[in-house]
């Protein structure tokens, strides 16, 4: 049961090149920038239980060192978790946007909050698909259910392989058969319950940066998960998007090997502005 990308993507066919050490300073140095990094796997190491997920070393103070220059860089933390859950686990929440549950909820940098319009829409659906997991998904089997209340979180990543293909593939017919207002995302060892048709981060980011439109930012996205995929197609043409991982086809058109080398990129932002500090 492969890992899929969303079925409006065509499909990538190129791996993406090794990012250029000088291109992201570069591009601070003459403009202002809309800076988006996904959380799981690109800020954080991607761990056996997602609660456990903390920033790697020095990625919270870099973060914050940007975040506190807003008229050179704005940043955007974009993650498939709850606005909440990141908030907590990254440890800051002050200058920064928040696009979380998949784009389906941003908070702005005031902290004010935005749903997506419909998700009143899946409610029911949702409920319908706590129950089915509450009955389904065998205790104690390795599965990890995350509840975000807008979408639902079902982790396999410790269950084993037989029984994970097992239950995955019941919750697809039970969605199929009975829950028509949702869908399945699939990302690294997770399937997301989500309101159909709705969210996407590449969307989120987009209304983002149009918004800043008056100061002609340039987008620049890390990413490491297929979710982030929707967002590397959409800044294409728009930005720069990283891929952070082994090399593998991707709509990124630049890679990083892991979140310390994302580490090093904030870092060498971090320098350019306290260069021009000086």
């Known amino acids: 049961m492969p890992t899929t990308q969303p079925p409006t993507l065509p499909y990538p066919t190129e791996i993406p090149k090794p990012l250029p050490q000088q291109l992201l300073p570069h591009l601070l140095r003459h403009r202002r920038m809309l800076l988006c990094l996904d959380y799981d796997g690109t800020l954080s190491e991607i761990t056996d239980r997602p609660f456990d997920a903390r920033p790697v070393r020095q990625a919270r103070d870099h973060v914050a060192a940007l975040s506190g220059n807003r008229d050179r860089i704005e940043v955007a933390i974009v993650s498939g978790r709850d606005i909440d859950t990141v908030r907590n686990l990254l440890g800051l929440e002050h200058d920064l946007i928040f696009i979380g549950n998949h784009g389906i909820e941003i908070a702005d940098i005031t902290g004010k909050r935005h749903v997506a319009p419909g998700v009143e829409a899946a409610e029911a659906d949702l409920a319908r698909v706590r129950k089915w997991i509450g009955r389904e998904v065998p205790k104690g089997s390795g599965f990890v259910v995350e509840d975000k209340r807008s979408t639902i979180a079902l982790h396999y990543r410790v269950a084993r392989p037989s029984v994970a293909s097992v239950v995955r593939s019941a919750l697809r017919k039970f969605l199929q058969d009975e829950c028509p207002r949702v869908e399945i ?13 709705l969210g996407g981060k590449g969307d989120a980011v987009r209304q983002i940066l149009d918004s800043m439109s008056e100061s002609n930012p340039v987008a620049v996205y890390f990413g490491d998960d297929t979710t ?14 990283v891929r952070v991982g082994a090399p593998r086809r991707s709509w990124a058109q630049y890679r990083v090997a892991d979140p310390a080398a994302v580490v090093t990129v904030l870092s060498s932002l971090v320098s350019v502005l306290e260069a021009s500090e000086r």
Request: net charge negative.
């Open 185 to 197: 995302l699939a990302g690294k060892m997770v399937d997301e319950v989500i309101p159909r048709g």
């Open 228 to 241: 982030d995929e929707d967002a590397f197609f959409a800044l294409r043409d728009a930005g720069v998007t």
